[in-house]
């Protein structure tokens, strides 16, 4: 058995009409209601010829004419199908049947949300350049007031040892590189600089009491250039947040004024950066999605400095610091689901609160880590790895946290390790 995920992202209720089945030993469909989601659980049945299990379940859209039809069948595998047979999106028109796959024991997911215009988005078709395809909608909202996927620890999709100890499974966070996830629809980017043999490189490490251990990902100029590829073929704007920075020639120290001043030398060798002449003590986070890529792609490069370094010259060159783009980013430290969920849902009720009363109002740029972190215990247990703790939780991420946000309470980054195509 598995799960698939109905999100109703609109104003609607979808209303279960009816269902039928043979031989499906799990074939319950509840009615989802409006601004909310559910994953149910389907098991195909057992006994006699699984090519002739199947099941549907038939779904009005309340007060509209709109029909769709959830459909399960095993032709050759296991597959879910969404028949959109009296209803259409701007991704898929009426008629379209949308498989969706099927996953053991985990979830396949159906997306669909409205925009203010009324017309139903969904998770089909090609999403690549989906800031560009939400313009009309998204393109007067701020930053702090627009949802987007985000990448955690975004260059480690590859991994080169740095320490003894150090092994892809506690040191890879991704399998897609830059620019793969940048098509997944990633646009928030963690990325952590180091230098190790003299070169740039994406770096994933951690001290335990006195003792560095990590490795190497993906080199900068790589990232440099899948950017730069992705940029030239879609307008849309990718953030890249730097942190954690080390020498890791040099005793793990913080990067000096001097090294900073190289890194950022390198990155100019990023197309489209967002570039403003006097930046000043302005709030970038407050500027609407059109200011960014209505006429062209952005990179918006924000460091997080350390004490003692400052941008200097680079202020002007594309370059910003974390007064630039003040964010609130706090993840659970936990190995544990039910611990990192509440973790961060409860963060999110107490810093978000997006309503007209400026006394009130609480609507800094918000990340929600939906990530699990090793303990030292499970540092060396393969069945911990840090990829596989992320797929363990990333399907409720459309349940659990999607059910726990609100117009006035919602994050700004859904940021995850492992990113995949299945997040938009």
Request: negative net charge; hydrophobic residues 35%.
């Amino acid at each position: 058995g598995g799960y698939v995920t109905l999100l109703n992202g609109t104003p609607k209720d979808w209303v279960v009409t009816g269902t039928s089945s043979y031989q499906m030993d799990q074939w319950d469909w509840p009615t989802i209601k409006a601004g909310t989601s559910a994953a149910v659980y389907v098991e195909w049945g057992q006994k006699g010829s699984q090519r002739d299990d199947a099941g549907e379940a038939y779904y009005s859209i309340d007060g509209t004419p709109d029909t769709f039809q959830v459909i399960g069948k095993k032709p050759d595998d296991f597959h879910i199908t969404i028949n959109l047979d009296h209803m259409a999106t701007k991704q898929s028109p009426q008629g379209s049947q949308i498989d969706l796959g099927f996953r053991h024991d985990h979830a396949v997911h159906h997306i669909v949300s409205t925009d203010e215009l009324g017309d139903w988005w969904s998770n089909a078709g090609d999403l690549t350049d989906w800031m560009q395809q939400s313009l009309g909608s998204l393109g007067n909202r701020t930053l702090k007031h627009i949802c987007m996927p985000g990448s955690h620890d975004a260059g480690m999709s590859e991994f080169d040892p740095g320490t003894i100890g150090a092994h892809w499974t506690n040191s890879q966070t991704q399998v897609l590189n830059f620019y793969d996830q940048l098509v997944a629809g990633s646009r928030y980017f963690d990325l952590r600089p180091v230098i190790s043999g003299g070169e740039f490189k994406a770096g994933h490490y951690s001290a335990l009491e006195d003792l560095w251990v990590g490795g190497n990902g993906a080199k900068l100029a790589d990232i440099i250039t899948q950017v730069n590829d992705f940029t030239a073929k879609y307008k849309e704007l990718v953030i890249i947040n730097l942190s954690h920075t080390l020498d890791t020639d040099n005793d793990y120290k913080e990067l000096s004024q001097d090294q900073w001043n190289q890194l950022f030398d390198q990155l100019k060798g990023l197309n489209n950066r967002f570039t403003v002449a006097d930046p000043g003590t302005t709030d970038f986070s407050a500027n609407t999605l059109d200011s960014y890529i209505k006429d062209a792609a952005s990179v918006l490069v924000i460091a997080q400095l350390p004490g003692g370094v400052s941008l200097g010259d680079y202020a002007s060159q594309g370059f910003f610091h974390q007064d630039h783009f003040p964010v609130y980013d706090s993840y659970a430290n936990s190995n544990s689901y039910d611990a990192m969920r509440d973790d961060q849902l409860t963060k999110l009720t107490a810093e978000r609160n997006i309503v007209a009363d400026d006394g009130a109002r609480k609507d800094k740029f918000h990340v929600l880590s939906w990530t699990l972190t090793q303990q030292v215990e499970d540092v060396l247990n393969p069945e911990k790895a840090i990829l596989n703790l992320a797929s363990e939780v990333y399907d409720q991420l459309y349940t659990d946290a999607f059910n726990a946000f609100t117009p006035e309470s919602f994050p700004n980054v859904l940021r995850v390790t492992y990113f995949d195509r299945l997040m938009i």
